[in-house]
């Protein structure tokens, strides 16, 4: 999924992301973790998290995309926090390194998640924690489902084109088949929790405009989709989110899985 034009990804999905980090942390847990990996940083969110949260702490972000890592710099200005790029299959770090691997909303974009997640494996000491936490795309996402159904009503083709590729990727879209993966990467200890979190929307602009922005691939689909229909797509959404939720204010309520595991050391 292409990532691009950090500052829009923080109004779009980041804005969500800076309410589900510190649920993730407080859910896994810091212990006396003192250096900690959050990989697929993006632009910094969990990493700013993770400092709020044990302010001694020494977090290192790795993530493939050149401006986000470069904007995840300039953002997070402290000095106990520095970013990297890198993927999830190849970590660009020593074995042992980390205390605890964390990984925030990045699952999905992982074309081989079980490599991924024994590079993470590899990276923590024993004894350390991995831990994962991603959206419920299947209906625990609603600012993304009405996005769907928006779409879906002016151009029902594409949107089953766009469905059948994304249904070819490996999907972990349940929690259990999250916690499935943990453990045949041997990771042990193994907790998992759904947490929620909600998000007050001033108007259907503030809903609708940060989609514009181009920053991720689902970004990049809605405008070329609604340049392509000539505006078509804001009409709809308009239309379905007025319906549902009317002219003013409202909330919207999403669901992330989260898992945890321990390394054990053993031979991967
Ligand atoms: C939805 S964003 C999440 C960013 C951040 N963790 C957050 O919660 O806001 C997904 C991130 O994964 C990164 N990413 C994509 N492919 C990756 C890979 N193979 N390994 C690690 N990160 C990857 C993207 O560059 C992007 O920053």
Not at 41 to 70: C, F, H
Not at 168 to 176: G, L, Q, W
Not at 186 to 191: G, H, N, P, Q, T
Not at 206 to 217: A, Q
Request: glycine share 8%; net charge negative.
């Amino acid at each position: 999924m292409p990532y691009t034009n950090p500052a829009s990804y923080d109004e779009f999905m980041g804005r969500w992301s800076r309410r589900l980090a510190p649920r993730f942390i407080d859910f896994v847990g810091l212990g006396a973790a003192k250096r900690v990996l959050d990989v697929g940083s993006g632009t910094g969110v969990l990493t700013r998290a993770l400092l709020d949260a044990a302010p001694g702490l020494e977090v290192v972000g790795v993530d493939p995309t050149a401006t986000y890592v470069e904007y995840a710099r300039q953002s997070v200005l402290s000095p106990h926090a520095c970013f990297e790029y890198g993927t999830a299959d190849a970590l660009p770090f020593a074995d042992n390194s980390f205390d605890a691997t964390f990984s925030l909303l990045v699952l999905q974009e992982l074309p081989d998640a079980p490599r991924a997640v024994h590079e993470m494996a590899r990276v923590t000491r024993q004894g350390g924690t991995i831990a994962t936490c991603k959206w419920d795309f299947r209906n625990g996402m609603p600012m993304l489902s009405l996005f769907s159904q928006a779409a879906e009503a002016v151009a029902p083709e594409v949107v089953a084109r766009r469905r059948a590729e994304i249904k070819a990727r490996p999907a972990y879209d349940s929690i259990e088949k999250i916690a499935a993966l943990w453990e045949a990467c041997r990771l042990v200890d193994i907790r998992q929790m759904v947490l929620e979190v909600s998000l007050g929307v001033a108007s259907f602009d503030d809903l609708w405009r940060p989609f514009l922005g181009g920053s991720t691939g689902e970004a990049v689909f809605a405008r070329e989709l609604d340049d392509a229909t000539d505006g078509g797509v804001t009409r709809s959404m308009r239309e379905i989110v007025e319906a549902e939720y009317g002219k003013g204010t409202f909330s919207l309520t999403a669901r992330a899985f989260a898992v945890t595991g321990v390394a054990s050391g053993g031979a991967l």
